[in-house]
């Protein structure tokens, strides 16, 4: 049949504003998550991961919430520059053999920090 | 400490005609996995090596095989190109010693299928 490309969220923002990334999941199984940011012409750069044993992790100007409850899952971009415009991936993984080398993508979305 | 290498950067290749991509893992990665990246479908897994044995594999034809050598090295291959399997094809590594590890992913291979 005939592919439907995907079309992207998008998140425009200013310099220097602070940047809410969303992702749902939907695997209750999921144990482990990834924030990773594509910039064009490039492979995915790890950014930050989190647990399922845990709800927030920081790292430099970057924190990640999980909330299990609803399956979603955010990344958060304190001072927000020019350089963090990119696409932005959240990934899961879960438990289990089957799950060696198998982070589950989400569809992306495209931030554009205009200075 | 050099990241993940992935060659060659593009290919153009034909229908009906096969290809093999190469991925150097981060040194002391154990753990290759490859990727499948398209517009339409995104980022879509295709399996995973260690220790010269693929311990999963994702839902793709027998068409797209791979294999991992004793340096942790690893090829993926595509018979009888489709059109379809234009693409981006990502390679990643990681540790190996379980599940829920970081990934590192290379720049990968641009595949044009004419």
């Known amino acids: 049949g005939e592919s439907v490309g995907l079309h992207l969220p998008t998140l425009s923002v200013q310099e220097g504003d602070n940047s809410i990334i969303n992702c749902a999941y939907s695997?209750?199984?999921?144990?482990?998550f990834i924030w990773y940011k594509q910039e064009s012409g490039k492979g995915p750069q790890f950014i930050i991961d989190?647990?399922?044993?845990?709800d927030k992790r920081q790292g430099q100007r970057v924190t990640v919430l999980l909330n299990k409850t609803v399956k979603h899952l955010s990344l958060q971009i304190a001072a927000t520059q020019p350089g963090d415009s990119a696409v932005y991936f959240c990934?899961?993984?879960?438990?289990?053999?089957?799950?060696?080398?198998?982070?589950?993508f989400g569809q992306g979305t495209i931030l554009t920090v205009h200075p | 400490k050099a990241g993940v290498t992935q060659t060659p950067r593009y290919l153009i290749k034909t229908r009906g005609q096969q290809v093999t991509l190469s991925c150097s893992p981060i040194?002391?990665?154990?753990?290759v996995s490859w990727y499948q990246q398209t517009p339409g479908q995104g980022l879509q897994f295709l399996f995973e090596?260690?220790?010269?044995?693929?311990?999963n594999k994702g839902n793709f034809p027998g068409r797209f095989s791979g294999r991992q050598f004793s340096n942790s090295r690893s090829e993926m291959n595509v018979s009888t190109l489709e059109l379809g399997d234009s693409a981006l094809y990502l390679c990643?590594?990681?540790?190996?010693?379980?599940?829920?590890?970081?990934?590192?992913f290379g720049s990968g291979t641009q595949l044009s299928v004419l």
């Open positions: 990643a590594s990681s540790l190996g010693l379980g599940t829920n590890e970081k990934l590192f």
């Open positions: 695997n209750s199984a999921s144990d482990y």
């Open positions: 989190i647990r399922s044993n845990m």
């Open positions: 990934a899961e993984m879960s438990l289990g053999g089957t799950s060696y080398g198998k982070l589950t």
């Open positions: 040194s002391g990665h154990r753990s």
């Open positions: 090596y260690f220790s010269e044995t693929q311990r």
